[in-house]
Every structure is written in structure tokens, then in C-alpha cells.
């Protein structure tokens, strides 16, 4: 398999590992916004969220608190893109953990937000709910 990720994991590419478990990898990004910045991936390989089970997914956030309180990060992002037009680059499952220590470095980001029509939000929301 050509994923970059999976072949970390199968130790085919060395990586600054940080912690390990049967389901869960994290590790320091070679290519880092900030001190600190790591990955946290499950090792179970898919493309996006929605392809992992549930059951691989438990350790994630655990993993991402633990991180944090490690890089002893006050301020941080924590990031997980689905796609390519959102900004996926290795199509494997990853959180990153980004400390923000100064408005300098880090993950900087633009938030074009507009107003909501609330019936249509209303709508929204009932919608998805149905779907839950």
C-alpha cells in the first residue's frame, strides 16, 4: 500500500514516535507549524472519518489530551480534514494537535462566516437530527 501513514505504522518509515498502542499512533510532524505540532492517526487505514469504525476511534482524543498536557500547550488547534478541497493531504485519518504559542506561529486560519436564516437553520438542524 502506498499510504504514507500505513507504512509508518508498519514501521516501513522511521517516525519521531511519541506514543503507541494497539489501535492509535502519535507522532511529531516532520514538517511543523509550531513546537509541538504532532499527528495522532488510527492505525486503521481510511480515507476519511466516516471510514473508521468506532471501536478504532476511542483512543483518539485520549491521546490528543495527553499531547497536550506533554507539550504543555496553553493555546492550540486541533485539526482533522476530510478531503481533498478540505485541505487532506495524506488521505489517512490524522488529528493534529498545533500549539499556538504567539499570534506568529501556528495554525492560522480565516473564518468567512455570514449571517444564518434561522428557518433554514431550523430545517437544517431538524433534518440531520432525523438522520441520527
Known amino acids: 500500500m502506498s499510504c ?13 514516535k511519541l506514543f503507541e498502542s494497539e489501535k492509535t499512533l502519535a507522532f511529531l510532524d516532520v ?8 499527528l495522532v492517526i488510527p492505525k486503521y487505514h481510511g480515507a476519511k472519518l466516516a471510514d473508521i469504525p468506532d471501536d478504532q476511534l ?6 490528543l ?3 497536550v498536557s506533554a507539550t504543555g500547550a496553553v493555546d492550540y488547534n486541533i ?8 485541505h ?3 488521505h489517512h485519518v490524522h488529528f493534529h494537535m498545533i500549539p499556538k504559542p504567539n ?9 468567512p ?3 444564518g436564516d434561522m428557518d433554514k437553520l431550523k430545517a437544517l438542524c431538524e433534518d440531520i437530527k432525523s438522520k441520527m
Not at 500505513?6 to 522511521?14: D, L, M, T, V
Not at 514538517?31 to 504532532?38: E, F, Q, T
Open 31 to 38: 514538517g511543523p507549524l509550531s513546537k509541538g505540532h504532532a
Open 65 to 67: 489530551k495527553k499531547l
Open 103 to 111: 499570534d506568529a506561529e501556528g495554525l492560522g486560519i480565516s473564518w
Open 4 to 16: 504514507i501513514f500505513c507504512r509508518i505504522i508498519k514501521g516501513e518509515i522511521p517516525c519521531m
Open 113 to 115: 462566516s455570514t449571517p
Open 88 to 90: 487532506q493531504q495524506v
Open 79 to 86: 485539526l482533522q480534514n476530510n478531503g481533498t478541497i478540505a
Open 58 to 63: 476511542t483512543e483518539i482524543l485520549p491521546t
